[in-house]
Each structure stands twice: as C-alpha cells, then as structure tokens.
C-alpha cells in the first residue's frame, strides 16, 4: 500500500476499548490498543497515501456474545440500547464497507453500537 501511495486499512476494536467494562479490563485493554494504533498508523501512514480507521462495535448478535450472555442479561443489555436491539453483523459489515470507500476519513473510530455510549 505504502509502496502504490494507496490503500486503507480497516481494524475491529470494540465500545468496550473506549468506555471499558467491569470484569473485562484485559478485554478493554487489547481493543484500547487497537484503537490507539489505529489512530497512530493513520498519522503516519496518512501521508503516504493510505488510510486507517476502525470500527468499534457494541452488543452485536453473534456466537461470541450469546456464549457470553444469556436471555435475561440481553433483555436488559437491550433496554439500556436506544435503538431497542441488538446489532447485526451486517451493521458492522456496512460500517466497515463505508470506511473502505470514504476516501477523505481516516483516524476515526465508528461507533456502531445502536446509541448505548450515546
């Protein structure tokens, strides 16, 4: 990318590397990281011609978050969701499709997270 002036990469942290949760601070820890290299590649890169941006999700439905929570504890992971839902894997997909093609954004953190941190 680096050599062609051109390029973008794209990270997955999570809301969790930016706000933190009890009982996940290694968690926390490695996706802050994520997010702060992402920012810095940006920095350094930007120049050359590539891109770096990352996407932080929320409550996504996926195998990972229903090993982690049962009905009940989505039940009320959801009230506290303005959006009243969890998210899909599509919405993060989507987010990440608009970062890949948004040729002036780089260094940003997308929230997708349904208005939880909002």
Known sequence: MVRNKTGCVVNVASVVGMHGNKGQSAYAATKGGVIAY??????ELGPKGVRANVVAPGFIDTEMTQ??????????????IPLQMLGRSEDVAQGVAYLVEASYVTGHVLVIDGGLFT
Do not use: M, Y
Not at 38 to 43: C, G, M, S
Not at 68 to 75: A, H, L, N, Q
């Open 38 to 43: 992402t920012k810095a590649l940006a920095r």
């Open 67 to 80: 090993k982690v929570i049962d009905g009940d504890v989505t039940k009320r992971v959801v009230e506290n």
